[in-house]
Antibody
Framework: QVQLVQSGTEVKKPGASVKVSCKAS????????MHWVRQAPGQGLEWMGWINPKSDATNYAQKFQGRVTMTRDTSIGTAYMELNTLRSDDTAVYYC???????????????WGQGTLVTVSS | QAVLTQPASLSASPGASASLTCTLRSGINVDTYGIYWYQQKPGSPPQYLLT?????????GSGVPSRFSGSKDASANAGILLISGLQSEDEADYYC?????????FGGGTKLTVL
């Protein structure tokens, strides 16, 4: 079955960086966009951007431009999201989610990874 | 003003119907957008429910019961998620989403209580 499995909980200090991984299985990794969405404690969903695993193209939400980098390793079907210069308000659960098929401009997110809690605290 | 506005909470009784709204900001016409709906239960990631753009352009998520359906209220410039025959398991947070200006936007979510 289609599945996304993310890396484990992270605790970071302000100013540090975090890199979260998302391993895909059950489908052609390069056939679908991969999106990243975060959710602060008790808050709603916030879209961060996407990566096209086939071309390596990316599109980041304006809020995160300059601070986020999305990459992928097609040999192991894994996407990564790295967030730099962490602040306390970056504390959140970070999700990867499979987006629409490549060459499809819009579509839904399904499935989602289980989430990775990133805590930023001094 | 947020792009998408959802009521923070809604309560309904088992067996009844619940209508969850997702209002688009003035100047953004709901007619031109597909509205995506997700359900999230505590401690779990969101799950895709359905997409609604029009009666002829809609999609139901895999395994999602038919008692979940989408529609629009053009006069209110809003997308609607209708849940009929409410069950206790429907108690969850519900989020709407659109693609807008090459970006994805989520509504703030509605906490549905079934009591």
């Amino acid at each position: 079955q289609v599945q996304l499995v993310q890396s484990g909980t992270e605790v970071k200090k302000p100013g540090a960086s975090v890199k979260v991984s998302c391993k895909a299985s059950g489908y052609t990794f390069t056939g679908y966009y991969m999106h990243w969405v975060r959710q602060a404690p008790g808050q709603g969903l916030e879209w961060m951007g996407w990566i096209n695993p086939k071309s390596d193209a990316t599109n980041y939400a304006q809020k995160f431009q300059g601070r986020v980098t999305m990459t992928r390793d097609t040999s192991i079907g894994t996407a990564y999201m790295e967030l730099n210069t962490l602040r306390s308000d970056d504390t959140a659960v970070y999700y990867c989610a499979r987006g629409p098929m490549i060459r499809t401009p819009v579509g839904w997110f399904d499935p989602w990874g289980q989430g990775t809690l990133v805590t930023v605290s001094s | 003003q947020a792009v998408l506005t959802q009521p923070a909470s809604l309560s309904a009784s088992p067996g009844a119907s619940a209508s969850l709204t997702c209002t688009l900001r003035s100047g953004i016409n709901v007619d031109t957008y597909g509205i995506y709906w997700y359900q999230q239960k505590p401690g779990s990631p969101p799950q895709y429910l359905l997409t609604y753009k029009s009666d002829s352009d809609k999609q139901q998520g895999s395994g999602v019961p038919s008692r979940f359906s989408g529609s629009k209220d053009a006069s209110a410039n809003a997308g609607i998620l209708l849940i009929s025959g409410l069950q206790s398991e429907d108690e969850a947070d519900y989020y709407c989403m659109i693609w807008h200006s090459s970006a994805v936007v989520f509504g703030g979510g509605t906490k549905l209580t079934v009591l």
